[in-house]
């Protein structure tokens, strides 16, 4: 199984882009959540979803927009990229434990 | 109340000691207690988690300790090795929610030298 997929590894935007970070899962999990880590920040939720359909906001959800049209896929996207949204972000998902992805490094310059 | 206070930030130990990370939370209604472990260059794992229905809880070199009245738990790493050098988290939760709505804690970079 490959758990838990995330692309890009790597990004560089310029301000006011827009893009799409893709996230995918093949362990049927309903939970499905988009963190970011920021050094010596932990890390903090932007959005999750319980189930296809249905989203909801984490800590951190300004300047980010989800959907979840499968129990597969959750992307996450940026609109009008700012320096603040630099950062690691990771896709998890869960049943019981939480499985994260490897992470996008995104830089906004 | 809902913060996951962590400390310390960083930690070097000689290889073969002990490494000692401590969490305090606030939230009283927090009942799962997991500790991740990330490397660099890699999402963060699950490496050890306890309930709050018992005070210890071990797994090989890997032990939780609890304390509800306090409301602190720490990771205890005995005979520490050079490969256990990563960021260590703590977080918390109610566990009757969803289980990634975690509140972590903001890391401990462990450094085991040889």
């Known amino acids: 199984n490959a758990g838990v997929t995330q692309t890009p590894k790597f990004r560089i935007l310029k301000i006011g882009q827009s893009m799409t970070l893709q996230c995918t899962q093949d362990?049927?999990?309903?939970?499905m959540y988009w963190y970011r880590q920021d050094p010596g920040m932990g890390l903090k939720l932007i959005y999750y979803?319980?189930?296809?359909?249905?989203?909801d906001k984490g800590e951190v959800p300004n300047g980010y927009n989800v959907s979840r049209s499968t129990t597969e896929d959750f992307p996450l996207r940026l609109e009008l990229a700012a320096p603040s949204q630099t950062s690691v972000y990771f896709c998890?998902?869960?049943?019981?434990?939480?499985?994260f992805g490897e992470g996008s490094r995104l830089t906004v310059l | 109340q809902q913060q996951v206070k962590q400390s310390p930030q960083s930690l070097i130990v000689q290889k073969g000691g002990i490494s000692i990370i401590n969490c305090a939370y606030e939230?009283?209604?927090?009942?799962?207690f997991p500790w991740y472990q990330q490397f660099p260059g890699k999402g963060p794992a699950l490496l050890i988690a306890?309930?709050?229905?018992?005070s210890e809880k071990k797994e090989g070199r890997f032990t939780i300790s609890f304390n509800k009245s306090a409301k602190q738990f720490s990771l205890h790493i005995m005979d520490s090795q050079p490969g256990d050098s990563a960021t260590y988290f703590c977080?918390?939760?109610?566990?009757?929610?969803?289980?990634?709505?975690?509140?972590f804690g903001k890391g401990t970079k462990l450094s085991v030298k040889p």
């Open positions: 306890i309930r709050p229905d018992v």
């Open positions: 362990m049927n999990h309903n939970y």
């Open positions: 998890a998902s869960s049943y019981r434990e939480l499985f």
């Open positions: 939230n009283t209604a927090f009942d799962y």
């Open positions: 979803s319980v189930g296809a359909g249905i989203t």
């Open positions: 977080a918390a939760n109610n566990y009757g929610g969803s289980q990634g709505n975690l509140i």
